[in-house]
C-alpha cells in the first residue's frame, strides 16, 4: 500500500519534471514578444522621456518604430558618441538562434527526461544569461567611453555610459536602465529548468 | 433728400434706443471682474487647454488657433495669404495653392470656420474657411493643421456666406454676398434689376479623403445673401439663407437696401436638389474656377482648372426653395441644436423673428403663401413663425445655444451679449461687451451637441482694451463663463486680424490625431533625398536641382560651387528628422522670395536667382539644436561664363557624401582595427 503510494508519486514527479520544463521552454519564447531592457533618458525638454527598448534581434522606440534611434544618435553626436547602428551589430543577427537552439535543446531533454539533461540545459542557459548580459555590458562600455575625439562638447573626465541596472545623471538627462519583460520571461524559463532539475533529482533519489 | 432724412432719423432712434436700454454696468469700460472669475482662465504652466478655438483672421486672410479658457495664441495657419515666415505660397510646392481663374491670389479675406461634422457633432477632421473677396473655399488638415485644398468658386462676388456645413459634411453650403452678371458681361450697373443674378453653391465634402468638389448651383433672385445654417435632426436636408438688399439697389446701399420693413430668408431642400440634379434638371454651363489640392504623399499643390457647372433653377425645380419673410437687413441665421428653430437676426430692427421648422413645413404643406418671386413661393410670415423676441436689444447679429434650451445673441449697436430662453422667448440675461461685438462662439454652439460651458465674443472695434500700439489696437475676444444662471466675464484676450467668426471644440477631438513628423518613407516628393547618400546637385540645362538634406545639425551639402549668373537654383530641402517640433529652416542670402520651415520627413523648393558673382552663405533659419549657429553653408556663384564645374560637398567629402550609416560604418571598421 504504502510502495503503490510511492510509486505513483514517483510517476506524477517525473511527469511533473516534464511538464514544468515544457513550460519553461515556452517561455523562452518570450524573448521574441518582449523588449529585454529598457533604457530611457530623461530630460526637462522630453516630457514623457525618450524610451530604447532593446529586443533580443531589434532596437526599438515605445511607437515600435525606430526613429527612436536616429534621434538618440543626433543627440549623441554632440558628445561624439558613436551611432548606434542595429545592423553593425552581430549579436542582434545571432542571438535569436541562440534562442531558437536552446528552445530545441529544451524540447530535447524534455523528450530524454532524465536529471542530468535537466541540469545541463540549466548550466548552458545560465552561462549564456551571464554572457549575454556581459555582451551587453561591453557595448554600452564602448558607446559610453570610445568617444570621437573631434566631437563638438568635451566634458573633461566625462564618459557616458548608461548604468546596467539603475539610474544615473549623465549631462542634462537622467538615464534609467531596467530588464523588461523579455527578460523576466527568460528568468521565468531558467527558474523552472532549476525547479524541473530539483523536482527530477527528487525522484531518482526515490528510486533509488 | 428724402432718403437722407429717413436714414438720419433712423441714426436718430437707435442713438436714443441704446441709451434708453443701456443699464448702470455699461458706464465703465472698466472690466468687473467679480471674485476668483480670473482663476477659471488660468492653466497653469504644463496644463493643457480644454478646447481648441479656431478664428478666422479676417483682413489676415488666416486661421489662428487658440486655447481656451488660457486665451493663449497657439498657432497662426495660414490658408489664404502667403507667409514668408515658412515659405507657405512661395515654395515651389505650394505656389499652387493661390491659383485662381484671377491668376494667382496671393491674399483674401477669410470669415467663417466650419468643422467637419458626423451625426451633427465635430468630428476633429477638417477645418473649412472661407476667402470672401476672391471667392474660394479651404480645408485645413487638423492632423497637421496645414492647408491642403482650396477650392474657387465660380460666377459669385464676396463669397461671405460661406462655407456653412451639413450635419454629416455631405455639403458646405454658400451664397454670393454681390449679385453680379452671370456670365460676367460689359452691362450698365443700373441694369442691376434685368441683369445681376445671385447664385447658392452646394460643395460637397468626400467622407474620406475630405475633398471638395462643386456640386451644384441653384440660380436666385439678384439679391445680397448673407449668412446660413443648415438644419439638423428633423430639419436636416433644409439650409436656411438671410439675404438683404431685397430692394434690389446698387448705390448708397446703406439707405437704398434700408427701405422695406422686412427682407427675406431663403429656404432650400438640398435633399430635393439632389432629386432634380439626378434626374438632369440642371443646366451645365462653360466658366472657369480652380481647384488645388495637396497630394498627400509628395506634399506638391496640384492644380486643375475646371470648366463646366450645373445650375439648377428653381422654376424648373418645384419644391426646391422658398422664401419667407424676415425683419430689416437680416445678418445673422442660426438653427438651435434640436434642429426646430431658426433664428433670423434682422440688425436694423428692434425685434428678433424665431421660425418653427414644423410651422413652416406645415405652412408648405398648405400652401400658406403670400405670392411668389421668379416662381419662389413666399410664406406666409405668421405662419412660419414660432414667436418674436421683443426689444432684447439693438443691433442683433449672431446666435449661438448652450444646448441647456438657451440661446446667446450678440448686439453690436447697444454692445452686449443677451442670454434668453429658444422656447419661452423671455430674456434671462444680459453682459456688456464694452465695444461692438461681432460673432461670439460656443464650444460646439452650432451643433446638435453643444458644450456649454465657455462663450466668446468677437469685438470688432476694441477701443481701450489694451495697451494702445498707435492707431490701430489689437483686436479683442472676451471669455464667459455661462455654466450658471449668470455669465461672468472672465478674460480678455486679443486676437490676429479681425477674428470674424470662430469655432471652439474638445482638444481631445483632435490632440489624439495630431501627427507629430511626417514619416521618411512615405515622403514621394520626386526630388526628395531621403537620406545623406542622396543628397547631390544636378544641373538640368539653366536649372540647378540641389538635393539637400538638413539634420542637427547640418545641411547636405554645404559648399556648392559651379552655379553660375543666369542659372535658375532649385534648392530641395528634405528634413531627414523623425522626431516632433525639429524643423529645419531654410534661408539663401538674396533670396526674394521668402524662407522655407520644412517639417520632419517633408521634402520643400525654394527658387533662387543669382544675382552677382561671389560667395554667398545659406543656413537654418529655426533654432534647432546646440549647434543650430553652426547649421549653415556656402554658394559659389560664378560669372556666365566661366567654366568652374559644378561641385559639391559636406566635410571635404566632395561628390561623394556619405551618409550617417556609412560613417557608422567606418567608425565600427576603425574599432575593430584598434
Ligand atoms: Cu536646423
Redesign the pocket.
Known amino acids: 500500500m504504502n510502495l503503490l503510494n510511492q510509486s505513483q508519486r514517483i510517476t506524477t514527479q517525473r511527469g511533473a519534471a516534464r511538464w514544468l520544463m515544457l513550460l519553461g521552454v515556452i517561455l523562452l519564447g518570450g524573448l521574441f514578444l518582449f523588449p529585454l531592457w529598457q533604457i530611457t533618458l530623461e530630460a526637462a525638454q522630453f516630457p514623457g522621456g525618450l524610451r530604447l527598448n532593446i529586443w533580443i534581434d531589434r532596437f526599438s522606440g515605445d511607437d515600435g518604430t525606430d526613429s527612436i534611434i536616429q534621434n538618440i544618435n543626433i543627440l549623441n553626436h554632440y558628445i561624439g558618441m558613436q551611432y548606434i547602428e542595429p545592423d553593425s551589430i552581430p549579436e542582434l543577427v545571432y542571438f535569436p538562434y541562440v534562442v531558437y537552439g536552446m528552445m530545441a535543446l529544451g524540447v530535447g531533454t524534455v523528450l530524454l527526461n532524465k536529471t542530468w539533461g535537466y541540469a545541463t540545459w540549466l548550466v548552458i542557459m545560465v552561462v549564456l544569461a551571464i554572457l549575454g548580459v556581459y555582451d551587453f555590458y561591453l557595448w554600452m562600455y564602448d558607446y559610453g567611453h570610445n568617444l570621437d575625439p573631434n566631437a563638438p562638447i568635451k566634458v573633461p573626465g566625462m564618459t557616458y555610459m548608461p548604468p546596467l541596472i539603475g539610474e544615473k545623471d549623465l549631462l542634462n538627462f537622467y538615464v534609467k536602465s531596467y530588464p523588461r519583460m523579455g527578460t523576466i520571461f527568460m528568468t521565468l524559463s531558467i527558474l523552472l529548468a532549476a525547479l524541473a532539475t530539483w523536482v527530477s533529482i527528487r525522484k531518482e533519489k526515490v528510486h533509488v | 433728400m428724402k432718403t437722407n432724412t429717413i436714414f438720419l432719423t433712423l441714426f436718430f432712434l437707435l442713438v436714443l434706443g441704446a441709451v434708453f436700454l443701456t443699464d448702470c454696468s455699461q458706464r465703465t469700460t472698466q472690466t468687473i471682474v467679480e471674485g476668483d472669475a480670473a482663476q477659471q482662465a488660468y492653466v497653469p504652466p504644463g496644463e493643457y487647454d480644454e478646447f481648441y478655438a479656431f478664428m478666422s483672421g479676417g483682413f489676415s486672410g488666416q486661421v489662428t488657433a487658440y486655447g481656451l479658457p488660457s486665451g493663449r495664441l497657439l498657432k497662426e495657419i495660414p490658408v489664404f495669404s502667403k507667409y514668408p515666415e515658412n515659405g507657405y505660397g512661395y515654395s515651389e510646392e505650394t505656389k499652387a495653392m493661390f491659383n485662381t481663374s484671377y491668376g494667382e491670389v496671393p491674399w483674401d479675406d477669410s470669415h467663417h470656420i466650419e468643422l467637419s461634422q458626423t451625426d451633427g457633432e465635430f468630428d476633429g477632421r477638417w477645418l473649412f474657411v472661407n476667402g470672401n473677396n476672391t471667392p474660394r473655399i479651404a480645408r485645413v488638415d487638423l492632423t497637421t493643421f496645414e492647408t491642403v485644398e482650396i477650392l474657387e468658386i465660380p460666377d459669385v462676388a464676396g463669397l461671405h456666406c460661406a462655407p456653412f456645413i451639413t450635419e454629416n459634411s455631405e455639403y458646405l453650403v454658400s451664397g454670393t454676398r454681390f449679385s453680379v452678371p452671370i456670365p460676367q458681361e460689359d452691362v450698365g450697373i443700373d441694369t442691376y434689376q434685368e441683369n445681376f443674378k445671385g447664385l447658392i453653391n452646394y460643395v460637397s465634402v468626400d467622407p474620406e479623403e475630405g475633398h471638395m468638389e462643386l456640386a451644384f448651383q441653384i440660380e436666385m433672385p439678384g439679391y445680397n445673401y448673407d449668412l446660413a445654417r443648415n438644419g439638423k435632426g428633423k430639419s436636416h436636408g433644409w439650409s436656411f439663407l438671410t439675404t438683404y438688399n431685397s430692394e434690389q439697389a446698387h448705390t448708397l446701399l446703406e439707405v437704398n437696401a434700408s427701405q422695406k420693413d422686412k427682407d427675406l430668408l431663403a429656404i432650400v431642400n438640398w435633399k430635393k436638389a439632389e432629386e432634380y440634379l439626378e434626374q438632369g434638371k440642371g443646366q451645365t454651363r462653360e466658366t472657369s474656377f480652380y481647384h488645388n489640392l495637396m497630394d498627400e504623399s509628395t506634399s506638391i499643390v496640384n492644380s486643375t482648372e475646371v470648366t463646366e457647372t450645373t445650375i439648377l433653377n428653381p422654376q424648373d425645380c418645384p419644391g426646391m426653395v422658398y422664401f419667407i419673410p424676415v425683419p430689416k437687413s437680416p445678418h445673422g441665421c442660426d438653427v438651435d441644436p434640436t434642429g426646430e428653430f431658426i433664428v433670423g437676426n434682422g440688425k436694423l430692427s428692434a425685434d428678433m423673428s424665431i421660425y418653427s421648422f414644423d410651422k413652416l413645413m406645415a405652412a408648405i404643406e398648405s400652401e400658406d403663401f403670400a405670392g411668389d418671386i421668379n416662381g419662389i413661393p413666399i410664406i406666409n410670415y405668421e405662419s412660419g413663425l414660432h414667436g418674436i423676441l421683443q426689444k432684447p436689444g439693438l443691433g442683433p447679429l449672431h446666435t449661438e445655444f448652450d444646448g441647456k434650451g438657451n440661446a446667446y445673441t450678440t448686439f453690436f449697436i447697444s454692445s452686449e451679449v443677451v442670454k434668453w430662453d429658444v422656447e419661452s422667448l423671455e430674456v434671462l440675461d444680459r453682459q456688456s461687451t464694452f465695444y461692438s461685438p461681432g460673432h461670439l462662439v460656443i464650444p460646439g454652439g452650432e451643433t446638435r451637441k453643444p458644450e456649454g460651458k465657455y462663450l466668446v465674443a468677437m469685438n470688432k472695434i476694441t477701443k481701450d482694451r489694451y495697451l494702445p500700439t498707435g492707431p490701430e489696437l489689437a483686436h479683442s475676444a472676451q471669455l464667459f463663463d455661462i455654466s450658471g444662471e449668470k455669465m461672468k466675464l472672465v478674460l480678455d484676450f486679443p486676437t490676429k486680424g479681425e477674428p470674424h467668426y470662430a469655432q471652439a471644440i474638445s482638444a481631445g477631438k483632435i490632440v489624439p490625431n495630431v501627427k507629430k513628423f511626417y514619416r521618411i518613407e512615405d515622403n514621394g516628393h520626386p526630388r526628395a533625398a531621403k537620406g545623406e547618400g542622396q543628397a547631390r546637385v544636378e544641373r538640368e540645362g539653366k536649372e540647378v536641382h540641389v538635393y539637400m538634406t538638413?539634420i542637427?545639425?547640418h545641411l547636405a551639402p554645404d559648399n556648392i560651387e559651379g552655379i553660375k549668373m543666369d542659372d535658375e537654383v532649385y534648392f530641395h530641402i528634405t528634413n531627414l528628422e523623425q522626431d516632433w517640433d525639429v524643423p529645419?529652416?531654410f534661408a539663401v542670402q538674396g533670396a526674394t522670395n521668402a524662407e522655407l520651415l520644412v517639417m520632419p520627413g517633408q521634402t520643400r523648393t525654394l527658387k533662387w536667382k543669382p544675382f552677382k558673382p561671389g560667395v554667398f552663405a545659406f543656413y537654418?533659419t529655426?533654432f534647432?539644436?546646440a549647434l543650430?549657429q553652426e547649421?549653415s553653408g556656402y554658394v559659389r556663384v560664378s560669372p556666365a561664363n566661366s567654366d568652374v564645374p559644378l561641385k559639391w560637398g559636406l566635410n571635404n567629402e566632395n561628390t561623394t557624401a556619405t551618409n550617417m550609416r556609412e560613417q557608422a560604418e567606418q567608425q565600427l571598421a576603425q574599432r575593430v582595427d584598434d
Open positions: 538638413a542637427r545639425s529645419h529652416g537654418c529655426d534647432c539644436s543650430h547649421m
